[in-house]
């Protein structure tokens, strides 16, 4: 890690811009929030990389943003001080368990509010984990508890709550959440499907990220964008048209069959868990309890961000 000595003359020269802290800069999101800032002529980006793992934000760094080597611990504290020296927002795009978004977070946050950071986006980029029922969603859970600890602790520190809904990606509403399998051409669905669903892509959420990071207004704490709103049967016109093929619907059941279906799969215990996490978000989806309300797409209205149809067409699926 390079020293403050070392640093000084760099951080003397971003006073001149806005500095942006970023962690979780190695992940798909966090590489497109960070590339994203790069974009911007008046911000400087600060990332946060573990020692040894320099060469996953490679890309940042040849667009020379600057790296601070460390973690999200008490051991890394002169780190994490140095990062969030000078910077007006910290972003956070760090995924895992609690001890990375609960305690990592929390050292991250004091270091923030400590540097005097005016904004902090905590990783949140989900449904409205504030509305999901307790224990639906486990990973939700742990964000809800961070929210709790950052509403006590972060000072002066204004934190915003980024919420995209689902990602549409072929990894997550065509691979995790198997909303629709391209494959094998089906889409699947419980209940009615009448519920509107919240879908945005990564690259949209990095970007309203982004505008919200380097806003110099007050930012809503919970700050809710989707890139298409569609109902189950919206969804699969908007892919039928898209792709000019046909979908088979399969219909698994009631939403009381989901619950069913949920807590059989608990069963087998933590080992299953990846079996029904994704039952538990498509749940939470379908049911309306995770619906964001209100979208806040026209706070940046640069911004068009890309439809279902739009993506698939883009996708070739």
């Given at each position: 890690?390079?020293?403050?000595?070392?640093?000084?003359?760099?951080?003397?020269?971003?006073?001149?811009?806005?500095?942006?802290?970023?962690?979780?800069?190695?992940?798909?999101?966090?590489?497109?929030?960070?590339?994203?800032?790069?974009?911007?002529?008046?911000?400087?980006?600060?990332?946060?990389?573990?020692?040894?793992?320099?060469?996953?934000?490679?890309?940042?760094?040849?667009?020379?943003?600057?790296?601070?080597?460390?973690?999200?611990?008490?051991?890394?504290?002169?780190?994490?001080?140095?990062?969030?020296?000078?910077?007006?927002?910290?972003?956070?795009?760090?995924?895992?368990?609690?001890?990375?978004?609960?305690?990592?977070?929390?050292?991250?946050?004091?270091?923030?509010?400590?540097?005097?950071?005016?904004?902090?986006?905590?990783?949140?980029?989900?449904?409205?984990?504030?509305?999901?029922?307790?224990?639906?969603?486990?990973?939700?859970?742990?964000?809800?508890?961070?929210?709790?600890?950052?509403?006590?602790?972060?000072?002066?520190?204004?934190?915003?709550?980024?919420?995209?809904?689902?990602?549409?990606?072929?990894?997550?509403?065509?691979g995790f959440i198997r909303v629709i399998d391209v494959e094998k051409q089906t889409a699947y669905v419980w209940g009615d499907g009448k519920q509107p669903m919240d879908w945005t892509t990564y690259l949209d959420t990095a970007r309203y990220t982004v505008e919200a990071a380097v806003d110099e207004r007050p930012v809503p704490r919970i700050f809710s964008v989707a890139g298409d709103v569609l109902d189950f049967e919206g969804l699969v016109r908007a892919y039928e048209s898209g792709s000019g093929k046909k979908l088979r619907v399969e219909r698994l059941g009631s939403l009381e069959d989901l619950d069913a279906r949920i807590e059989q799969l608990k069963q087998a215990g933590p080992a299953q868990f990846l079996s029904y996490l994704p039952l538990m978000y498509y749940r939470s989806v379908l049911n309306g309890e995770g619906k964001l309300a209100p979208l806040m797409n026209d706070r940046y209205p640069a911004i068009r961000p890309t439809t279902v149809r739009e993506y698939v067409v883009a996708e070739g699926l």
């Open positions: 890690m390079k020293s403050e000595e070392q640093l000084a003359p760099a951080i003397e020269g971003m006073m001149t811009r806005q500095t942006i802290a970023l962690v979780g800069g190695t992940g798909h999101l966090g590489t497109l929030i960070g590339n994203a800032l790069l974009d911007k002529q008046d911000v400087r980006l600060r990332v946060l990389v573990r020692p040894g793992s320099r060469e996953k934000v490679a890309g940042l760094e040849k667009r020379e943003a600057q790296v601070v080597e460390g973690a999200l611990g008490p051991e890394s504290r002169a780190a994490l001080d140095l990062l969030c020296q000078g910077a007006s927002t910290v972003i956070s795009a760090v995924q895992g368990g609690p001890e990375v978004i609960i305690d990592g977070q929390t050292h991250l946050l004091r270091a923030a509010r400590d540097a005097g950071v005016n904004r902090f986006i905590p990783s949140d980029y989900s449904l409205d984990l504030f509305k999901v029922k307790p224990g639906h969603i486990p990973t939700s859970e742990m964000r809800r508890q961070f929210a709790l600890v950052a509403d006590a602790e972060r000072g002066k520190v204004e934190v915003v709550h980024v919420l995209n809904g689902g990602f549409l990606d072929r990894g997550v509403l065509f």
